[in-house]
């Protein structure tokens, strides 16, 4: 069974880069996909970035999303509509400890409803 | 008055004009109550839609305006890409298979790209957004008979203003409260430059 896919957007790739570092020290075996900065590496987000990410987090479990301020939840929400597909979950948890607690969770071989309600739970 | 594809485009190119023009004006707007990329991120994201349908070969102008959506949700960069992104697929969906446009049914398209607006942002008319410029456009386009150039520019203009005194709830400006009053939200601005185009390329039209 393939582990659910995490994605993480960030204003900055810099805050998803290092996120991901921290998460990869204890988790290796979870799909997670980066959408940081904008198409040239600026500070904002793109659509384009966000929309590549879920689809290479998707391992066939689907994916939980989870994004920083302001416009990465609006763009998220644009790709997961477009994508037409219920894999798709946005997180409302904050970024740092949210992905952490659900990388834990998808390691455990949960599913994507599983580990979105075992991320709501910890907020 | 009808709108065609090339009225479409040349709205368009004029909206660039403005943005292209307004660049450091919408930005130092920004830079009082957000990060101050708004005008960076408008004046990229119109030069792109003019380069984009300068190359098109369009039978009506739902497709102008759908190209216009996809390449500002791609190419703006904040969150003024999926809130305009969506008002032009909108407009673009509403006028579907219709070419010439005629007024109702740009006033019913201007409408659905107001609703659109406010799903993706879940902000209402006084939380210092752009809807604040949209709404009142949707409703003066909606009631009049006879779409008047002076007059859609002037509601634009007035409703621009008056987010001044507001206090932004939505969007960045939110974090600065009590701080975000006293200027005019960057997102109403541009969206004046958008509608002051169309009210003068319906002027030249006449
Ligand atoms: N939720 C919202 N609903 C409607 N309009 C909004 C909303 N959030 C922001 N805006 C509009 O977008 C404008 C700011 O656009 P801009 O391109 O600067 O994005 P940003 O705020 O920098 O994006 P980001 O969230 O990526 O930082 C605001 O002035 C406002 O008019
Ligand atoms: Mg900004």
Redesign the pocket.
Known sequence: MAAVGLVLISHSQKIVSGLHDLIRQVITDVPIELAGGTEDGAIGTSVDKIMKAIQKADAGAGVLVFYDLGSAKMNAEMVAEMLETDQIIISEAPLVEGAYVAAVESNMGKSLEEVNEAVKKEF | MEIDVQTAISWLNKANEKMQAEKDYLTKL?QET?????GI?MARGFSEVENKIANGNYETCADVFKDTAMTLMSKIG???GPLYGTAFLRLSTALKGQDPVDEKAFAQGVQAALEGIQQRGKASVGEKTMVDVWQPIAAYLQETSAIEAAQLEKIAKEAMEATKDLIATKG?AAYFKERSKGAID?GAASSFYLFSALAEVLKEAK
């Open positions: 920004d957000g990060d101050g990329d708004h991120n904040g969150a003024s960045r960057p």
